[in-house]
């Protein structure tokens, strides 16, 4: 059994929804990201999404391009994303870790090569965002060779058919995007969210986690209440992006708690 299925297990006995975390491999720095997946998982993180740096990251908004744009200016690409991960493994043996990005980094590398790396450094899951289902079966049935998640994201305008389709090749979670276009892009109808949730556990008995529009605890904890997961990104980014240098692990810590509180407070 995965990670990823272990922790959404011992979650749901405590009626308890994820709390995941994303942040950019490579940013600010190098050195920094080690240091800020370690005080995620000391401040609530159940899992944490790892962002490999990509030149045209199709999905993400303003301010997760401009984590992007920095970590590439460090020279951070998909091998240095990988050597982080390992690094964070040698004392952290236990959070899911789930590594996020583009099927170009990973094409450019060779796929067997880049199972092999993730395997070596014990990554949980793989969400390629620009690999769809009808593509992917390949790549999928590798990554369960090795025990490796494969996790999809579905939209707002995902036709059932389709989430089938997705259901069954997919493990670990579901991925859904609460809102139509890019990350971080606008306010979320929780109503709206809640019954297309609804509509995809349907179809699959994987944990559903909600992600893009996450901005602060009250709609963490509205969230919360109606998925297994609840994924934030670019208000940690933003976060990091918008501290001085010294200040970057406590306002994460600070923010990360918050944000812990109350998903913690509501009930799934």
Same mark, same amino acid.
């Given at each position: 059994?995965?990670?990823?299925?272990? /922790?959404? &297990?011992?979650?749901?006995?405590?009626?308890?929804?994820? $709390?995941?975390?994303?942040?950019?491999?490579?940013?600010?720095?190098?050195?920094? /990201?080690? =240091?800020?997946?370690?005080?995620?998982?000391?401040?609530?993180?159940?899992?944490? &999404?790892? #962002?490999?740096?990509? =030149?045209?990251?199709?999905?993400?908004?303003?301010?997760? *391009?401009?984590?992007? &744009?920095?970590? $590439?200016?460090?020279?951070?690409?998909?091998?240095? /994303? !990988?050597?982080?991960a390992k690094d964070f493994r040698k004392k952290n043996k236990e959070t899911p870790l789930i590594l996020m990005g583009y099927a170009n980094p990973i094409e450019a590398i060779g796929v067997e090569n880049f199972i092999s790396l993730i395997k070596e450094a014990q990554i949980d899951g793989v969400i390629t965002v620009d690999y769809p289902p009808e593509e992917s079966k390949e790549f999928v049935k590798k990554l369960n060779k090795e025990k490796i998640d494969s996790i999809f994201l579905i939209s707002p305008t995902t036709e059932d058919e389709r989430i089938k389709l997705i259901a069954k090749q997919a493990s670990g979670f579901l991925y859904y995007v609460s809102l139509?276009?890019? /990350? #971080?892009?606008?306010? !979320?109808? !929780?109503? *709206?969210?809640?019954?297309?949730?609804?509509?995809? *556990?349907?179809?699959?008995?994987?944990? +559903?986690?909600?992600?893009? #529009?996450?901005?602060?605890?009250?709609?963490?904890?509205?969230?919360? &209440?109606?998925?297994? #997961? +609840? +994924?934030?990104?670019s208000r940690i980014v933003r976060e990091i992006e918008e501290s001085d240098e010294i200040e970057i692990i406590s306002n994460v810590k600070k923010l990360m708690h918050s944000m812990k509180t109350a998903i913690d407070s509501s009930s799934v």
């Open positions: 059994m995965s990670k990823i299925k272990i /922790t959404f &297990e011992k979650l749901k006995e405590l009626n308890k929804s994820a $709390l995941i975390p994303f942040i950019t491999a490579g940013d600010p720095s190098p050195t920094e /990201t080690v =240091s800020l997946m370690n005080t995620l998982v000391e401040n609530g993180a159940d899992m944490i &999404e790892l #962002g490999i740096p990509f =030149s045209d990251p199709m999905a993400d908004g303003p301010v997760i *391009q401009r984590a992007s &744009e920095r970590a $590439l200016k460090n020279k951070v690409g998909i091998k240095d /994303t !990988i050597k982080l139509k276009g890019v /990350t #971080g892009a606008a306010n !979320i109808d !929780i109503e *709206q969210v809640s019954k297309n949730v609804k509509n995809i *556990q349907k179809y699959s008995e994987l944990p +559903v986690a909600v992600g893009f #529009g996450v901005r602060d605890p009250k709609t963490a904890k509205a969230v919360s &209440e109606i998925s297994d #997961g +609840v +994924v934030i990104g």
